[in-house]
């Protein structure tokens, strides 16, 4: 159930629809926007009738919400989902850029690497120091050796970090460390790490599964959203289908589509995308010009030696051409960056 409130609505007024959507058995989740308050209610929509809250005083409106994803419908938040971090907001008009390695090798991969990302223009270090390897004597990472050295890097060239969390043990540890938790396409349906990451006030980054439908991408966002944690960014990196040129699929509609049924950014991984560095680029500009609010692109200072992930590493001159090739895509579909 939806209900928003009038514009100028008192707090006595929202709180008594909140107290009776709670005696009726929902879950309340509030959502304050510029103009209007709206009520998400999470319960037993079957059994009321939405005209039993449009009498109340204060409410302009009050509606169903039919699709399986409540909190994560764009009807809970009509005018979409900025997240912050820091000064960096995903969701808004700049096209945040994500880069760095697949995995923290050593300090001077590290540093090397993210002064070259901040130089041309990134706002966020990634890396991995847990790595999640379909072969177990495939490189796991550094582990919290390769957090500091994250952090450390981040650090000295302004940079924040995002990093792949893979236990809900490891949530404490991590929060130390990053700025933004992300959770791999491995783990898009772990409902226990979904849960513990919705009662963490710190954002998540949620990639697509690689066989899961975008249904299944905003029920897993909604695990996190009933935690109270509404800070959520999506991201596209590809599925998995008949075609084996590539890596994956790179499912640039997906955009569009997430952005028309859900509030949340939604960002777009075309390193995984494609798994092939020559198709990075192209891709990372089709992706803005569809409507990604950032990309997550992997960046290594020297890919021909990197220890995971090397084919779909761009070296740090490509990555400055890309920079400069979306400053020019952005501003013909209205975005910075």
């Known amino acids: ?24 058995g929902f879950t309340v989740h509030r959502s304050t ?19 039993d809250f449009e009498v109340m005083e204060g409410v302009k409106e009050c509606h169903r919400i039919v699709s399986p994803y409540k909190l994560a419908s764009r009807h809970f938040r009509p005018g979409g989902t900025v997240v912050k971090v820091g000064d960096v907001e995903i969701g808004g008009v700049r096209v945040v850029i994500m880069a760095g390695p697949c995995s923290v ?3 001077d991969q590290i540093n090397r690497t993210a002064e070259a990302v901040a130089r041309a223009g990134a706002a966020i270090l990634r890396g991995g120091a847990f790595k999640p390897r379909t072969s177990p004597y495939s490189f796991q990472g550094l582990g919290e050796k390769g957090l500091r ?26 929060a130390d460390y ?3 938790l992300q959770v791999g396409a491995r783990n898009m349906q772990n409902y226990n790490l979904l849960r513990r990451l ?15 439908t975008i249904e299944e991408l905003l029920l ?17 990196r590809g599925i998995r289908t008949f075609e084996s040129y590539t890596r994956n699929t790179m499912d640039i509609s997906a955009i569009p589509v997430v952005k028309k049924l859900s509030h949340l950014p939604i960002v777009a991984d075309p390193s995984h995308g494609t798994g092939r560095r020559d198709k990075v680029l192209p891709m990372a500009r089709a992706a803005v010009a569809a409507g990604a609010d950032g990309l997550l692109v992997e960046v290594h200072c020297d890919p021909d030696h990197a220890l995971s992930d090397g084919a779909q590493s761009l070296w740090p001159e490509q990555f400055a051409e890309l920079m400069g090739q979306l400053r020019i895509i952005a501003p013909a579909v209205g975005r910075k960056v």
Do not use: W
């Not at 939806?2 to 909140?18: D, H, K, S, Y």
């Not at 450390?152 to 893979?166: C, I, Q, S, W």
């Not at 919705?198 to 899961?212: D, H, M, S, T, W």
């Open 149 to 174: 050295m994250l952090r450390e890097a981040a650090d000295r060239h302004g940079l924040k970090v995002v990093t792949e969390v893979m236990d809900h043990e490891q949530i404490p540890m991590f």
């Open 198 to 212: 919705g009662g963490l006030r710190k954002p998540v980054l949620l990639k697509r599964g690689p066989a899961a």
């Open 220 to 236: 897993s966002a909604e695990y996190i959203l009933t935690g109270g944690n509404y800070d959520v960014i999506l991201c596209e």
């Open 178 to 180: 990053a700025d933004i």
């Open 33 to 51: 926007g510029v103009r209007h308050t709206v009520l998400g209610g999470v319960g037993p929509v079957e059994d009321v009738e939405p005209a």
């Open 105 to 107: 090798e050593n300090e």
């Open 1 to 24: 159930m939806l209900v928003v409130m009038q514009e100028g609505a008192t707090e006595p007024q929202i709180q008594a629809v909140i107290d009776r959507l709670v005696s009726l």
